[in-house]
């Protein structure tokens, strides 16, 4: 039997055969062809198989087995994949929540700290932390000099050091 005739007489056939074991038509089709790739690719020796019938549906039933395997793989491969992305995530959000958990108790803290300065440190520091202003700005604004802003600043910043254990810049 010629290759065409047997590409005539089979494919649809086998498709069907196929079917039964894929889900999707494409993939059945896929299987199919790649059987008669390789019976192309054989096309010499067709005339020594016995039964070409049998011959055909073994190698597509082979194919969509073999095919079913690769999936069931690539499924366990992509679902420890995911778990291992999820276990991850989540130690990185236990992680940040903790950092989170922190950076309030400290804001808090700091808060704390702050609100206990003396009103003219407060307002100093404020100025200067807060508002970013200068030294300079702080005077003209308060109608201070700038060595009262400077002897304020060094006030709040010891007592802010000692009530918060930290060093802050001056």
Request: proline letters at 0%.
């Given at each position: 039997m010629e290759f065409?005739?047997?590409?005539i007489t089979y494919y649809s056939k086998l498709v069907r055969f196929a079917r039964e074991y894929v889900i999707l038509e494409e993939d059945a089709e896929n299987i199919t062809q790649d059987v008669f790739t390789d019976m192309w690719e054989k096309r010499d020796s067709i005339d020594l198989i016995e039964n070409v019938n049998a011959y055909l549906f073994r190698l597509v039933k082979n194919r969509c087995l073999d095919y079913l395997k690769h999936k069931a793989f690539e499924q366990k491969y992509i679902e420890h994949i995911q778990s291992s992305?999820?276990?991850?995530?989540?130690?990185?959000?236990?992680?940040?929540?903790c950092n989170i958990s922190e950076v309030n108790?400290?804001?808090?803290?700091?808060?704390?700290?702050?609100n206990g300065l003396p009103k003219r440190c407060r307002d100093i520091f404020m100025l200067s932390?807060?508002?970013?202003?200068?030294?300079?700005e702080i005077s003209e604004r308060l109608g201070i000099s700038v060595n009262t802003v400077e002897c304020q600043m060094s006030i709040a910043l010891k007592k802010l050091r000692g009530k918060l254990g930290i060093c802050l810049a001056a």
């Open positions: 065409s005739e047997l590409y992305f999820e276990v991850e995530l989540s130690l990185k959000l236990q992680s940040l929540e108790e400290t804001e808090v803290l700091i808060r704390k700290a702050i932390r807060m508002e970013g202003l200068k030294y300079r």
